[in-house]
């Protein structure tokens, strides 16, 4: 029973176009991430979130944009897709920032055509 | 990372053996955690950690905040175990190593 919902799955997009990745904890945490994983290497941060707002932005590309309608949800949208931005997206979080214990989720992975 | 040290970088493993896996901090470390990422690629959560040591199992993870470092022992190593494993820190941040990959063999 999944607790970090990410949809969908998989996704495939257009170079040039728009999507959202949705993200959803059913924990009670407080702080929200986003990472990428790109084929065999390790995670890299993008973003943080605590009590809905942004702590932490790792991604020099303002193409990514992380929002948060509810304290459970941090959806990312990525404008502009570009091949590069092909990877997968993990959605994690924990009960109060960094030193609290991590959980992710499934992940989404983006393939960019 | 530059900041997670992870060793070694692959490892392949006869099954029922045992072995140990390490990560060494060039950062203030406070915690850690321990991740086995499957062949699926879902990330699983093995051990948090503050100094000191925890076992669940056939595994073991250990974390000195004083010599920056954290092993991960596996013991009597299983199929299922093969993966990938990263160890992470915190310091206002989540740092996480470049992960050793694990391959057992039957």
């Known amino acids: 029973d999944p607790k970090i919902i990410q949809k969908p799955k998989y996704l495939v997009a257009v170079t040039g176009s728009e999507k959202i990745l949705i993200c959803e904890q059913y924990?009670?945490?407080?702080?929200m991430y986003w990472y990428r994983q790109s084929a065999k290497k390790p995670l890299e941060f993008m973003f943080s979130?605590?009590?809905?707002?942004?702590?932490d932005n790792q991604t020099a590309s303002s193409r990514f944009q992380p929002q948060s309608s509810k304290k459970n949800h941090l959806d990312l949208q990525i404008t502009a897709l570009k091949p590069d931005d092909s990877a997968t997206y993990f959605c994690?979080?924990?009960?109060?920032?960094?030193?609290?214990?991590?959980?992710f989720g499934k992940g989404t992975r983006l393939t960019v055509v | 990372g530059d900041k997670v040290k992870q060793s070694p970088s692959a490892l392949s493993l006869q099954e029922g053996t045992n072995s140990a896996l390490r990560c060494n901090f060039s950062i203030a470390a406070t915690t850690v955690q321990w991740f086995l990422q499957n062949p699926r690629g879902s990330l699983i959560n093995l051990f948090y950690?503050?100094?000191g040591t925890k076992e669940n199992g056939r595994l073991k993870s250990a974390f000195d905040s004083k010599e920056s470092y954290s092993t991960l022992h596996i013991r009597d190593a299983q199929l299922e175990d093969s993966g990938t494993y990263f160890c992470?820190?915190?310091?206002?941040?989540?740092?996480f190593g470049d992960g050793t990959q694990l391959v057992v063999k039957p």
């Open positions: 979130y605590s009590y809905q707002k942004l702590m």
């Open positions: 950690l503050v100094p």
């Open positions: 992470a820190t915190s310091n206002n941040r989540i740092f």
């Open positions: 994690a979080s924990s009960q109060q920032g960094t030193d609290t214990e991590v959980f």
């Open positions: 924990l009670g945490h407080n702080a």
